[in-house]
T-cell receptor
């Protein structure tokens, strides 16, 4: 099992550009989520999904869109990047009802 | 609302010394408590979790944590630090029986090990 994979590892964007961060898991987990990690602030939940076709907002959803067309994939879209979105982004997955999440290696995003 | 406070954003200890990372929580209902570890350039990995079965919880790599309800604490300890323990450690809390979406993370403590 590859676990949770994320691409790309690093990305630099200009303000206003759009991009999609990819996340995939091969553990057949129903629950998937996106976090951002900023210095001194821990991890904050952006969006999450409890199954294909179902998504919901977390603590900091503004500026981000998600979709869940399959169990395996949960992409995160930035429609118009802003410098405030410079961060490290983590995708995580778990079985529904489980509190133990499995994290991907992260994507380091810089918005100039 | 739930929250966790990690005391000390950076802790430095000598190799072989005791590691103590502090975490205090706030919760209006019985909590589940977690410690996660993040090695450089990697994602988070579950170190241990408290789910009310036993107040002293043992995790991987020789770490353990004790749930103290009277002190609302869940401090992480290891008797003897190793160079490979250098990482960032996150305490987290959730309601008992809730889903992963309700987990609240602390701000993290970076552990450095001096030779």
């Amino acid at each position: 099992n590859a676990g949770v994979t994320q691409t790309p590892k690093f990305q630099v964007l200009k303000t206003g550009q759009s991009m999609t961060l990819q996340c995939a898991q091969d553990m057949n987990h129903e629950y998937m989520s996106w976090y951002r990690q900023d210095p001194g602030m821990g991890l904050r939940l952006i969006h999450y999904s409890v199954g294909a076709g179902i998504t919901d907002q977390g603590e900091v959803p503004n500026g981000y869109n998600v979709s869940r067309s399959t169990t395996e994939d949960f992409p995160l879209r930035l429609l118009s990047a802003a410098p405030s979105q410079t961060s490290v982004y983590f995708c995580a997955s778990s079985y529904l009802g489980s509190d133990e999440q499995f994290f991907g290696p992260g994507t380091r995003l810089t918005v100039l | 609302a739930q929250s966790v406070t990690q005391l000390g954003s950076h802790v430095s200890v000598s190799e072989g010394a005791l590691v103590l990372l502090r975490c205090n929580y706030s919760s209006s209902v019985p909590p589940y408590l977690f410690w996660y570890v993040q090695y450089p350039n990697q994602g988070l990995q579950l170190l241990l979790k408290y789910t009310s079965a036993a107040t002293l919880v043992k995790g991987i790599n020789g770490f353990e944590a004790e749930f103290k309800k009277s002190e609302t604490s869940f401090h992480l300890t290891k008797p003897s630090a190793h160079m490979s323990d250098a990482a960032e450690y996150f305490c987290a809390v959730s309601d008992q029986g809730s889903s992963a979406s309700k987990i609240i993370f602390g701000s993290g403590t970076r552990l450095s090990i001096r030779p």
